[in-house]
């Protein structure tokens, strides 16, 4: 299973860690200038995945999908924590965190793909 893939340039750049726990699957998304904690989501399997975020932060956006896409893949309870910050972001900075975050998961599927079939 991969540990670290990232995505992008300079205050654009995401990255992604894995952390296994047992069975399961951690995940951290961080990027932009000042990674943190914004979003977390947690898909079992039960639906769709339960999210919870700080006051103001869209790093919800990331965690959701994130978590329900690689559960989709691996069929593991999947945990998602997502942090990514640029200050005074455009819509167009936006765009590309969301582009580079979906990147960084597509790696991580392909990545997943090639260790399990090797």
Known sequence: MPKFIESGEGRHKVYLEVV???SDIVIYIGGGEKPHIGAVSICSG???PFTFSLPNHKDYLVSHKAAQTIFKETGRN??????????DASEEDI????????ECVR???VELLRTQTA
């Open 20 to 22: 296994r726990a047992g």
């Open 46 to 48: 039960m639906g769709e």
């Open 78 to 87: 999947t945990l998602v924590i997502a942090g990514i910050h640029v200050d």
């Open 95 to 102: 765009l590309k965190l969301l582009k580079n975050s979906e």
């Open 107 to 109: 790696k991580f599927k």
